[in-house]
């Protein structure tokens, strides 16, 4: 079955730092795999998706993620924190949910801080 | 104009009560799922329907049902509620939810919070 792990549920870094949240997969094909992100009291948005286009995947806000399949991980990164980055993030894949079904499976997500 | 809204956003209800959740997507999408998520965070799909039909049906207690009239709305009716019921509850749509609707992604909507005292 496919899932997402998340290494680090909480990461701090300086506003003007770089961020980098992990996440690997555990799949036997090359899975679709998202990036949301969660501010206090919201839903979710979407910041990326691989979907086996292009290895290196640009979202909004200025994030990033790279698929490495020798390394099944999907890391997100971001060239400087800003304090408005400050969110919960969680990776997820879509996995088969029975039949022909599909579902979106996200892992534990890892709290993001910056700090001033 | 929100495209998955979700009535009530804050709900506060006792032991025992019955309540409904309602969400209502302006996207034209043909699936619809609710999430629940703890107070660790943790997001856990419990149910979807695809054009008001229910295809995915987690292990979730019968007291949970969900109800779609039509592909752009799906509530969520709750009977004699739990503590263990608190959470936040999430709506979400897609395009659809089989191939090639699988690189879409969601649209969620921002949450319901249920406490239940």
């Known amino acids: 079955a496919q899932s997402v792990t998340q290494l680090g549920s909480h990461v701090s870094v300086s506003e003007g730092a770089l961020v980098l949240l992990r996440c690997n997969y555990s799949?036997?094909?090359?899975?679709?795999l998202f990036w949301y992100v969660q501010y206090p009291n919201q839903g979710l948005q979407l910041l990326l998706k691989?979907?086996?286009?292009?290895?290196l995947v640009k979202g909004i806000n200025g994030f990033e993620a790279e698929f490495k399949k020798s390394e099944t991980s999907f890391h997100l990164t971001k060239p400087s924190a800003h304090m408005s980055d400050a969110a919960e993030y969680f990776c997820?894949?879509?996995?088969?949910?029975?039949?022909?079904?599909?579902?979106?499976?996200f892992g534990k997500g890892t709290l993001l801080t910056v700090n001033p | 104009d929100t495209a998955v809204s979700q009535t009530p956003k804050y709900l506060v209800t006792q032991m025992g009560n019955d309540k409904s959740i309602k969400c209502e997507q302006n996207l034209g999408h043909d699936t619809m799922y609710w999430y629940k998520q703890d107070s660790k965070k943790f997001l856990k799909i419990m149910f979807s329907y695809n054009n008001k039909e229910l295809i995915i049906n987690e292990t979730v207690p019968n007291r949970f049902s969900p109800k779609s009239p039509d592909k752009a709305h799906l509530n969520l009716h709750i009977n004699s509620l739990e503590l263990g019921d608190s959470a936040v509850y999430f709506c979400?749509?897609?395009?659809?939810?089989?191939?090639?609707?699988?690189?879409?992604?969601?649209?969620f909507g921002s949450g319901t919070r249920l406490t239940v005292v």
């Open positions: 691989y979907t086996s286009a292009a290895t």
């Open positions: 997820a894949v879509m996995r088969r949910g029975g039949g022909s079904n599909y579902k979106l499976t």
């Open positions: 979400a749509s897609s395009p659809g939810q089989g191939v090639p609707h699988r690189p879409y992604g969601y649209t």
């Open positions: 799949s036997s094909v090359p899975p679709y």
